[in-house]
């Protein structure tokens, strides 16, 4: 009796027809849910290359932004983050395209908090939108009324259910991981501000919010 048999090059041009269609149909079936948690590997500019070196820790991912999905007016969604001048709603489709690896895929991962914790997702989205406008905070000092992106998202739930810390604050540090001293960018962008360095200061970042053991990685763009 003789069988038929599929040439082994037909074979490994099944297996990557169908990997592609995986990895599309993953694509076509996520969805982003209110309060899902979008950071972001911001290349491009000196700035975001300095927060990353100085707190990613040799991370295989390392992230310089961090934005939250919330609803806008007419209920779609929208990204909430604090970016350039101020606090902003922007599209989600505009957030995924803005940082690209090289296979032009976004450098977005999504992370999502723990069951216990999403019933004070309404409450933190609401506090959220009520600080839209707000200046961007140059300086990373969390006693002002203006944010920057993680801080934005750290004060969103503090400010929800019964104000307990999901995020963590630790000492900032504006220093190489490598040499110990301050990293030359930070150097230059406060000696430009006209402020000292806010070494030591609590704050919090995207890389550490983003080891938090309160939230889950659901989905990841990049790939």
Not at 151 to 156: F, G, K, P, S, T
Not at 165 to 174: A, V
Request: charge should be negative; aromatic fraction near 12%; glycine fraction near 6%.
């Amino acid at each position: 009796m003789k069988f038929n048999t599929i040439p082994r090059f037909s074979l490994f041009f099944l297996a990557i027809l169908l990997f592609s269609c995986a990895s599309q149909n993953a694509s076509d079936t996520f969805e982003l849910q209110r309060g899902d948690l979008l950071f972001q590997d911001l290349d491009g500019s000196s700035l975001s290359d300095a927060i990353e070196e100085v707190t990613a820790e040799n991370k295989p991912m390392s992230f310089s932004h961090v934005g939250i999905i919330v609803p806008d007016e007419n209920e779609d969604l929208v990204v909430l983050e604090a970016i350039g001048e101020a606090v902003q709603l922007t599209s989600v489709d505009s957030f995924l395209t803005r940082s690209l690896n090289t296979d032009r895929m976004p450098k977005v991962r999504v992370a999502r908090l723990k069951k216990y914790h999403q019933a004070r997702i309404p409450e933190a989205v609401s506090f959220g939108k009520s600080l839209l406008g707000l200046p961007y905070d140059s300086v990373y000092l969390m006693s002002d009324s203006s944010y920057y992106c993680s801080e934005l998202i750290y004060d969103m739930f503090k400010h929800s259910g019964d104000g307990s810390e999901i995020f963590k604050l630790k000492p900032m540090t504006f220093k190489d991981s490598k040499t110990g001293k301050f990293h030359p960018v930070w150097l230059d962008y406060y000696k430009k501000l006209g402020v000292e360095i806010p070494e030591g200061e609590p704050g919090c970042n995207p890389n550490g919010m983003s080891e938090s053991k309160e939230i889950d990685w659901v989905f990841d763009y990049s790939k």
